[in-house]
């Protein structure tokens, strides 16, 4: 189910009537019983997966708690080996066999015919926090199964994320939802501001983006580096916008979800870019990957290679393909170099935002392309002269590129202005004028949105 379905228009009015008007004490388990629902419109059958990891993980976070030494790291293991292999057998069995078999000239490795579970990497790594905590005592085992059922499968976040940690999520489900008029006006703000991001811009976007990159052979220069351009404010404007529409509904329903996005193409630097790209993501690999290896605390050799070794895995998360490879180590290398350069150079401002949005454009490039080969092609000849920029519809494109640019300006504006985002701005705006912005954000909706229930990008993952 979509949030931007026909499906999902009729699900979530329904739910939230029917959350406000029962009992507190009924409110977690409707969630529980939606969040089913809603997880089971894409492929009914794959529930059973969730269920068999809410089992394991439950299981196992009460036996780290209740037992030690070995036998507690064989508990660990066991939460690590049914999580990843879940994950291994739908995302990567058939990238690995395809690539076996073309390597080793034999075709005895046989491909499955599965579909991926949507959103699998992101409950996958929240499960896994879980248990992580759990192991290294920074969290109580959860005794209430269907709380904890809850923490995996709470359908705002569940297939996109951010990915939540015990501390934030299942901390607030223990004590229970809390609601407000204010919370309520927020989460619709948010949800607003989302809707506006994907179908008004990420959606408009889509068509020249998905033309150029299928069809690149076509064209030459500006057109690839635009298309490139595109795309980048796409994936934000679609990745944030369901964050936007997930954080306010988990607003509404009482419940507040941690922050992935901090105005990541104003960063000056890649670290600093991914300090707010994907925050939840990006601190996940942190916390339980680059730290784990060593960090920075056994010199620059070992810690470049602890780049190296998270940032591929953080490509490899995404997906199936040498293009996320490529794009991980390309973000790997790019901060390795500046670790290493920072004590012999210092950068003006101004050039470091310019040197780290030409290094995130071309890695947008592996990210978007549908492979290698294509992937260069735009990089190459992304440099070369002729070919139309715009093609297709010049005066839809150009509507496009100054709807991108205003928005990035505003939410620019609002959180240098408030710290925080740019719903949190329009709560302090006079109310007469923060109201026509909301019936002039609704026009837009209606007039220019994309109703095509085209999928969040981050869906696949």
């Known amino acids: ?48 997966i969730l269920i068999l990891l809410i089992a394991v993980d439950y299981a196992a976070g009460i036996l780290l708690e209740t037992t030690a030494g070995g036998r507690r790291r064989a508990w660990m293991l066991l939460s690590l080996v049914a999580n990843l292999s879940i994950l291994g057998s739908f995302k990567y069995w ?23 579970p949507i959103g699998l990497s992101f409950h996958t790594f929240q499960s896994l ?31 996109a994320g951010p990915i939540e940690r015990p501390q934030g999520l299942l901390r607030q489900l223990q004590e229970g939802p809390q609601q407000s008029v204010a919370a309520n006006a927020q989460g619709l703000r948010l949800m607003l501001l989302g809707f506006a991001k994907k179908l008004v811009i990420a959606d408009r976007l889509a068509p020249f983006v998905n033309e150029t990159f299928d069809h690149a052979g076509d064209y030459l220069g500006p057109r690839l580096w635009l298309a490139t351009f595109f795309f980048s404010i796409q994936i934000y404007c679609d990745f944030s916008g369901y964050t936007d529409i997930a954080q306010g509904l988990a607003r509404l329903l009482g419940y507040d979800l941690c922050v992935n996005f901090r105005r990541p193409y104003v960063a000056l630097s890649l ?102 080969k294509t992937a260069c092609y735009v990089i190459w000849c992304g440099a070369q002269s002729g070919g139309a920029m715009l093609g297709g519809n010049p005066q839809e494109t150009l509507i496009n590129l100054t709807l991108a640019v205003a928005l990035l300006l505003y939410q620019n504006a609002a959180e240098r202005t408030t710290g925080e985002n740019a719903e949190t701005l329009l709560a302090a705006r006079p109310l007469v004028e923060r109201h026509c912005f909301y019936v002039l954000l609704v026009l837009a909706i209606l007039w220019m949105g994309r109703f095509s229930s085209s999928e969040f990008l981050y869906f696949q993952f």
């Open 94 to 116: 058939n990238f690995a066999a395809m690539n076996l078999n073309e390597s080793l000239g034999i075709s005895n490795i046989p491909l499955l015919a599965l579909a991926l």
């Open 271 to 372: 670290s600093e870019f991914w300090q707010r790209w994907h925050i939840s993501l990006s601190s996940w690999f942190r916390d339980y990957l680059y730290i784990p290896l060593g960090g920075n605390r056994k010199g620059p050799a070992r810690r470049t290679l602890n780049l190296l070794i998270t940032f591929l895995l953080s490509g490899f998360w995404h997906g199936a393909n040498w293009t996320f490879l490529l794009w991980g180590a390309l973000h790997g290398v790019g901060v390795a170099v500046e670790n290493l350069l920072k004590p012999l150079v210092r950068l003006p401002a101004w050039l470091g935002w310019i040197l780290t949005m030409i290094w995130v454009q071309i890695c947008w490039v592996f990210f978007r392309a549908a492979d290698l």
């Open 1 to 48: 189910m979509l949030f931007n379905s026909f499906q999902f228009a009729l699900f979530s009015p329904t739910l939230l009537l029917l959350y406000q008007l029962c009992p507190t004490a009924w409110k977690r388990p409707l969630l529980l019983a939606a969040s089913c629902i809603f997880y089971m419109a894409f492929i009914p059958a794959y529930i059973l």
């Open 129 to 159: 926090a879980y248990t992580i905590e759990v192991y290294r005592g920074r969290w109580p085992a959860e005794r209430n199964l269907w709380r904890y059922a809850l923490y995996v499968l709470f359908f705002p976040q569940m297939v």
